[in-house]
């Protein structure tokens, strides 16, 4: 059959339908005839992810889309697909999700990687995760590691990033490795090595959180009755602790030079009573009581805890980095395990890209397959200047990729 034609006009269209949770895809192609000479011209074979493999960005994006931000593990979504009569192991889906995420997106991952770096800010946290095989050689009952979290600044005009980092251990090396070239603020729970980093750096500022110093006060009072908590020194810690927070949080919509002044002007007299006050009833205490420990931790970390207050670009507390973290947790509670390194490595890297996404507001799975649609175009560039437009905040994404929660 010979079409006519003044330009060749060949093109995919994949037609999708949604059924059973389960994503069909068909891809048709258009044959048209040259000014209809009678040469039939086809549209361009779109570019593979993977040699010899059936996996499409829509795919491998709905299967990532799947566990990292709807915590639903690869065995579930296996099963789910053979309920529907597609035979799709949990192997293969986790072999797809490695190799997308070593060839495609640690490109997008080292980028924001050096770009968290420009904020002023940077939070820090970090929780356990249980990885079966370590280089190459199982662990009975697996290898207790760690994922990392460091969040760029919320109060910062910058674009918020989100960076997960899988290390095998909790020792200094890590985020002393991470924070080598970094030159700011860094925001954590209290954790020590984070201390000993600072005295390390004269470049590295380091503040504490004031929800962790008040959390021992409130864990106390949820143990004891009612009239004993209103009376106790836990309670009178608690309240403390509430006033200058809340206080603290009026100030979210200033500039930071106004944040300082207002800090300065009115919680620097609370802050400092607030230590006094621990000093003394801490003397009066059992050191190792629960009381006695958690007015300790106020004392230990009166010197991180008062940084806020010289700078109105340094939060009160840590709960940005707790938020991002929280979805890895509960993930974690699903999957239980991580089965290698590279897994662990390639879920470090895709926690860092849909937390990003959604810290921009953008549709987490349209965001995956704009990647693994559009990376694979640009494997044999010489710079990687093409991955600026595909970073979540670009206005190409913004526009591709809108999320039905965006707020106006």
């Known amino acids: 059959m010979t079409l006519g034609a003044d330009k060749v006009k060949a093109w995919r269209t994949p037609v999708a339908h949604f ?7 068909h891809h048709v192609h258009q044959y048209v005839s040259k000014k209809n000479n009678g040469t039939i011209v086809k549209a361009p074979r779109p570019v593979d992810l993977f040699r010899n493999s059936i996996a499409t960005p829509a795919l491998v994006a709905s299967i990532i889309n799947g566990k990292y931000v709807n915590a639903l593990p690869l065995e579930r979504q ?68 760690y994922m990392w979290v460091y969040c760029s600044n919320p109060i910062s005009n910058s674009p ?11 020792k200094t090396d890590h985020p002393r490795e ?16 984070y201390h000993k980093l600072g005295k390390e750096s004269p470049d590295l500022n380091i503040a504490g959180c004031w929800v962790h110093a008040r959390r021992p006060f409130a864990e106390f009072i949820k143990s004891v009755k009612p009239e004993v908590a209103k009376t106790s020194i836990a309670g009178e810690a608690y309240d403390m602790i509430t006033q200058i927070m809340n206080e603290d949080n ?23 009573a607030y230590f006094a006050w621990v000093k003394i009833k801490y003397e009066q205490v059992t050191k190792n009581s629960a009381i006695g420990k958690a ?51 390639a879920s470090a890297i895709l926690y860092s890209l849909v937390e990003t996404a959604k810290a921009n507001q953008i549709n987490t799975y349209k965001y995956l397959e704009l990647l693994l649609t559009e990376i694979p175009k640009h494997m044999d560039d010489k710079n990687l200047d093409f991955i600026d437009d595909l970073l979540p905040w670009s206005p190409l994404v913004q526009k591709q990729c809108p999320s039905i929660y965006k707020k106006s």
Do not use: C
């Open 19 to 25: 059924y059973s949770s389960i994503y069909n895809e």
């Open 78 to 145: 296996s099963r789910a697909y053979k309920a529907n009569g597609i035979n799709l192991n949990s192997n293969t889906m986790a072999n797809w999700v490695v190799n997308s995420t070593e060839s495609y997106f640690s490109l997008v991952y080292d980028k924001i990687h050096n770009l968290i770096y420009d904020s002023k800010v940077i939070h820090a946290d970090e929780t356990p995760t249980k990885v079966m095989r370590i280089n190459g050689k199982a662990v009975p009952n697996g290898k207790k590691t």
């Open 160 to 170: 918020p990033i989100v960076l997960y980092d899988w290390q095998p251990s909790r």
């Open 178 to 193: 991470f924070l080598k070239n970094y030159s700011g603020t860094v925001v954590t729970d209290g954790y020590q090595v």
């Open 250 to 272: 009026s100030y979210d919509d200033l500039s930071p030079s106004n944040r300082k002044k207002q800090r300065q002007k009115n919680l620097k007299d609370k802050v400092d």
């Open 295 to 345: 007015l300790g931790y106020s004392i230990n970390q009166e010197e991180y805890l008062r940084k806020f207050l010289s700078d109105g670009n340094i939060p009160i507390d840590n709960n940005i980095a707790k938020r991002a973290i929280r979805p890895f947790n509960i993930g974690r509670k699903n999957f239980v395990i991580i089965e290698s390194e590279n897994g662990a490595k």
